[in-house]
């Protein structure tokens, strides 16, 4: 990752620097001991720089609720759901495979570019880390037609259920670039499987609110993309029933969410939407 070729992929050191300030914390909601490292200083440094252009603390908080959020959706799968096929598209520097602790024959894949994953696993081997299930990484550029061959031929099995994860990627497509993932993973899960992701709503761009990170982000040359006021109607026509929540409500507040929380019917605002679907 040291001259990116995609300009999304330093967003993953960005969310890496907030897992690993998360973990310095007393009351903090995950540790993530190896995220420090994987962030360098690029990843503090993106990590600053958006929060001063938002002006506020959720450039660093949203990532931490989403990761617990998502820790948890995960493990209730593979623990009281007996799902044992773990999916994260555009992992990052996710490092649930080493520090969530995952019930036996758990395989766990992650998908993410050939420059993000050989970056992470020169972090890895130097700090000798183990993972705590069967890890598998795929090196893929999720926008081209032939990843899902990549990640049957690294041994994933779509016959059996599984549990999915797109997590912080959405945002940055275009629209039909997100049709076109969701099409794939579909015909990759059988009924019965499981899909976790985050999407913005389309107030993020017409907010003023917003426009400054907007416009970070866009100078990064990773401007935010896609957003959707109505995850519940992407999902079904995808094939998939959806449960929505927002950050700070009920499931996904830990104590930690520091602003009320308005009804969706509330128009104008800025929103995300972290979503737990089930293949129907
Ligand atoms: N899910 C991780 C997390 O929450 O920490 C990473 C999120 S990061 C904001 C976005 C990720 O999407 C980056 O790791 C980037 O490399 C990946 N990404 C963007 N476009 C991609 C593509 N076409 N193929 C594969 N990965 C992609």
């Given at each position: 990752?040291?001259?990116?070729?995609?300009?999304?992929a330093?967003?993953?050191?960005?969310?890496?620097?907030?897992?690993?300030r998360?973990?310095?914390?007393?009351?903090?909601?995950?540790?993530?001991?190896?995220?420090?490292?994987?962030?360098?200083?690029?990843?503090?440094?993106?990590?600053?720089?958006?929060?001063?252009?938002?002006?506020?603390?959720s450039?660093?908080?949203?990532?931490?609720?989403?990761?617990?959020?998502?820790?948890?959706?995960?493990?209730?799968?593979?623990?009281?759901?007996?799902?044992?096929?773990?999916?994260?598209?555009?992992?990052?520097?996710?490092?649930?495979a080493?520090?969530?602790?995952?019930?036996?024959?758990?395989?766990?894949?992650?998908?993410?570019?050939?420059e993000?994953l050989?970056?992470?696993?020169?972090?890895?081997?130097?700090?000798?880390?183990r993972?705590?299930?069967?890890r598998?990484?795929?090196?893929?550029?999720?926008s081209?037609?032939?990843?899902?061959?990549?990640?049957?031929?690294a041994?994933?099995?779509?016959?059996?259920?599984?549990v999915w994860?797109?997590?912080?990627?959405?945002?940055?497509?275009?629209?039909?670039?997100v049709?076109?993932?969701?099409?794939k993973?579909?015909?990759?899960t059988?009924?019965?499987?499981?899909?976790?992701?985050?999407?913005?709503?389309?107030?993020l761009?017409?907010?003023?609110?917003?426009?400054?990170?907007?416009a970070a982000?866009?100078?990064?040359?990773?401007p935010?993309?896609?957003?959707?006021?109505?995850?519940?109607t992407?999902?079904?026509?995808?094939?998939?029933?959806?449960d929505?929540?927002?950050?700070?409500?009920?499931?996904?507040?830990?104590?930690?969410?520091?602003?009320?929380?308005?009804p969706?019917?509330?128009?104008?605002?800025?929103?995300?939407?972290?979503?737990?679907?089930?293949?129907?």
């Amino acid at each position: 990752m040291d001259t990116p070729t995609n300009p999304i992929a330093p967003t993953s050191r960005w969310m890496a620097a907030a897992r690993a300030r998360e973990s310095e914390r007393v009351d903090r909601l995950f540790d993530d001991p190896l995220a420090a490292a994987l962030s360098g200083p690029e990843g503090f440094a993106w990590l600053e720089h958006m929060e001063s252009a938002a002006r506020s603390d959720s450039p660093g908080l949203y990532p931490v609720i989403r990761t617990r959020f998502f820790d948890d959706f995960l493990l209730d799968a593979c623990r009281r759901l007996g799902v044992r096929q773990v999916v994260l598209a555009a992992a990052g520097l996710d490092t649930r495979a080493f520090r969530l602790n995952w019930p036996p024959q758990v395989c766990l894949y992650e998908m993410d570019l050939p420059e993000v994953l050989d970056a992470k696993e020169e972090v890895i081997e130097a700090a000798g880390a183990r993972a705590s299930c069967e890890r598998r990484t795929v090196r893929v550029d999720l926008s081209q037609e032939t990843w899902p061959e990549a990640l049957l031929d690294a041994g994933y099995q779509p016959e059996r259920p599984s549990v999915w994860l797109i997590e912080g990627l959405l945002f940055y497509l275009p629209r039909a670039a997100v049709h076109g993932l969701l099409e794939k993973v579909g015909a990759l899960t059988v009924t019965g499987s499981l899909l976790g992701l985050d999407v913005m709503n389309r107030g993020l761009f017409f907010s003023p609110v917003a426009w400054p990170m907007q416009a970070a982000l866009a100078r990064r040359g990773a401007p935010g993309r896609f957003g959707m006021n109505d995850p519940e109607t992407l999902m079904a026509r995808h094939g998939w029933e959806a449960d929505v929540t927002q950050p700070g409500e009920e499931g996904a507040n830990f104590g930690r969410w520091p602003r009320p929380m308005l009804p969706r019917e509330v128009p104008g605002l800025p929103r995300s939407f972290l979503v737990r679907a089930r293949r129907s």
